[in-house]
């Protein structure tokens, strides 16, 4: 198991930029792959973008050539830069953590963190 905390959310403007970061507990946390996923009122759960152990990086369509996923195993540390935020990035952002392959799918996690929001005005 291990223990996961976002921060670094807030209200920002379309267009502006936040960057996310997830602390993680865990003497193996170079062993996990690493995700973020977000959720929006009255919506499922979608994965936003994952890194693997060897820091291979995969995104959701919606996000691709905006938000840049990446991870300090020095410092147990997950990383969001987002940029050119726009409304429909409005959401509560939480990271995750699976053992093995890394994964967008929302069931293939158990490792969840409380979630940091993210609000995008117009």
């Known amino acids: 198991q291990v223990q996961l905390g976002e921060s670094g959310g807030g209200s920002v403007q379309t267009g502006g930029s936040l960057r996310l970061s997830c602390a993680a507990s865990s003497y193996h946390y170079s062993g996990y792959s690493m995700a973020w996923f977000r959720q929006a009122p009255g919506k499922e759960r979608e994965g936003v973008a994952t890194i693997d152990t060897s820091s291979t990086t995969s995104y959701t369509e919606a996000v691709k050539g905006r938000f840049t996923i990446s991870r300090d195993n020095a410092k147990n540390a997950l990383y969001l830069q987002m940029n050119s935020l726009k409304p429909e990035d409005t959401a509560m952002y939480f990271c995750?953590?699976?053992?093995?392959?890394?994964?967008?799918?929302?069931?293939?996690?158990?490792?969840w963190g409380q979630g940091t929001q993210v609000t995008v005005s117009s």
């Open positions: 995750a953590a699976r053992w093995g392959r890394s994964s967008l799918i929302r069931h293939e996690y158990v490792n």
